[in-house]
């Protein structure tokens, strides 16, 4: 499996994420992408 993209932190205590994930195993087979955009923060 291999990532490629960026995680930036904006705050102390939050992230911004924009990732692709290449070569998942999953059924589908291989060469499959997932692509994970969004952000999240802890109280």
Do not use: Q, R, W
């Amino acid at each position: 499996m291999s990532t490629a993209g960026t995680a930036t932190y904006t705050y102390d205590k939050s992230l911004s994420l924009d990732v692709t994930l290449t070569n998942l195993m999953v059924p589908e087979g291989p060469g499959t992408t997932a692509h994970l955009s969004g952000s999240f923060a802890c109280a």
